[in-house]
């Protein structure tokens, strides 16, 4: 579904040093270098209440979202919290992986509590901005080999191997590429994100190299599968 | 969506031993053991000819289909040769992981030969069966709590944390299991199917563990996650 330009987050621009965490180590191709993203969520601990200088729209499309004032946004209530922030559209899977991606890991319960909503909504608005950078024409998609490009932006270091195959999930099965959607593209940087996360954990030494068993392995991968949709 | 028994495949029933592969090792829950059907695109090594007694339906279907007389079937012409075998409404996702596990390992292509065709067409008379003996009101849907049946009785060893993961991807956010069109069960079942073959085959030895590089495990994954939909 195209994303309407006519809703676009109000909130403040990013600093400039925003979303650069590449990867200097060049010992293999992390998503994130550790000390970024990774680990943003122990930044805040778990929920609790808003980071001090938070946005007020920010605050404000929490607030209105959260119907059962549970301090807790789940999966309906952060959809609709997207929506009053300008990002209609988001599909039920993007939005389970991305409560999955950023709850709280001390929290049992798919949902986000106030400092996980702001962390989502600053990635989000990074991806954004990469989006319309990217879509030039202002259809409202982008082309799939601008992936590679928008990834190594957002400091995603893809192995070409595995961004070849990203991109070709996203062609019709005859080959052609099609253009994504906002969506999509979301949808594919969060599961590269998430799944680099997971591995990461399984690789504290960041040799580049991790032993699963097939217990773990399945665990980490099911959540970015099949899903309700 | 729902599937209508209306188009029923006319195929042969399968014979009662076909599908049940438990595992006899007990070491760990692979959902295949090792000789079963984790190896059986080697079975019949790549494309070329329909095996002996293929049922006159499934050549049939396949050739009706093969519409460039290519002697193999891409995405869109394995979907419509799937409709023909009365398997409608089966998702371009779905369909992209089902060739994507049937294909020949040899063919670079994303494409199926009469003898992979075959492969899929008596797994899914399989899935089929199992369905409808779940989907006892006939409505086309099965419950997502019944999935854990369906999968012990074809075979599928699954650890039941990983089958709570896979259930809760069916609830609609609240907790609330949702039911499954056949279309889910499939997709669902095949993710399984083809996650644990993937790890089996980094796995030799059936340890049930396999050390994985980054990149291998990444190229192992996205294949299932992410795709045009």
Tied chains: 1, 2.
């Excluded at 996980?116 to 600053?122: G, H, I, P, S, T």
Aim: net charge negative.
């Amino acid at each position: 579904m195209a994303y309407s330009n006519a809703h676009a987050p109000s909130a403040p621009e990013l600093p400039e040093s925003f979303g650069h965490q590449l990867n200097e180590e060049g010992r293999y191709s992390y998503a994130y270098p550790h000390g970024a993203s990774g680990q943003s969520n122990q930044k805040f601990g778990s929920s609790g209440m808003f980071p001090p200088e938070t946005h007020p729209d920010i605050v404000r499309s929490f607030e209105s979202a959260d119907r059962d004032r549970s301090g807790f946004l789940d999966e309906s209530e952060l959809r609709q919290a997207l929506s009053f922030s300008g990002y209609d559209g988001i599909s039920h899977r993007t939005i389970r992986v991305l409560v999955f991606i950023y709850k709280s890991p001390a929290d049992s319960l798919l949902r986000l509590g106030p400092k996980e909503y702001v962390e989502l909504w600053n990635c989000l608005a990074q991806w954004r901005a990469k989006f319309d950078r990217h879509d030039r024409d202002k259809s409202g998609t982008m082309s799939s080999l601008e992936l590679r490009d928008a990834f190594y932006q957002l400091g995603y270091m893809i192995p070409s191997s595995v961004l070849q195959l990203i991109i070709s999930n996203f062609d019709d099965g005859t080959g052609k590429t099609v253009d994504l959607c906002f969506d999509t593209f979301l949808e594919c940087g969060m599961i590269v994100k998430g799944l680099t996360e997971k591995f990461k954990e399984k690789d504290p030494g960041y040799t580049g190299y991790a032993t699963l068993s097939y217990d773990v392995f399945m665990s980490m991968v099911i959540p970015f599968v099949a899903s309700y949709d």
